[in-house]
């Protein structure tokens, strides 16, 4: 519910000062409903000390990164077809599996971060630099013009 105030606080904004503002939504949800490599989601807790923690809406301590690592680390799940038992290395995770919803954003953020110029791309709410704001599979990115 803030993000559709936010938004809402930023067409009267632009309304108001008549400055035209750009608002590009994004449904990611077919993306989620895809595999998430594991080293994915490692390297976005790497990605995090490079970047300014005010990129990052969801910001992990370093004990919760080393926890995560530690429960990924030669993770296996066992299979008995026709009472065989057979070892498989677990790689990836789906939606509803065991990487929280919060991880896979927070994973896509890392990507939009590293892939998209921010600086040239934000605008000023409230004193505050504002270039996107992240739903639950959602992502909307917001550009002062269309370029």
């Not at 067409?11 to 594991?38: M, N, Q």
């Not at 509803?96 to 990507?111: E, F």
Request: aromatic content about 12%.
């Amino acid at each position: 519910m803030e993000h559709i105030h936010t938004i809402t606080k930023l067409v009267e904004v632009s309304r108001e000062y008549k400055r035209p503002h750009c608002l590009t939504f994004i449904d990611l949800r077919k993306a989620f409903d895809s595999l998430i490599e594991v080293e994915t989601i490692m390297e976005t807790f790497d990605c995090q000390a490079q970047y300014t923690v005010r990129y990052y809406y969801y910001y992990y301590t370093t004990q919760y990164i080393n926890i995560f690592r530690e429960l990924y680390k030669n993770f296996t799940t066992k299979i008995s077809p026709f009472s065989n038992d057979i070892n498989v290395d677990v790689k990836r995770g789906w939606q509803g599996g065991t990487i929280s919803p919060k991880l896979r954003t927070a994973t896509l953020q890392n990507v939009i971060i590293r892939t998209l110029e921010w600086d040239n791309m934000a605008v000023k709410i409230d004193g505050r630099q504002l270039h996107h704001l992240l739903f639950a599979d959602d992502i909307v990115l917001i550009t002062p013009n269309i370029a």
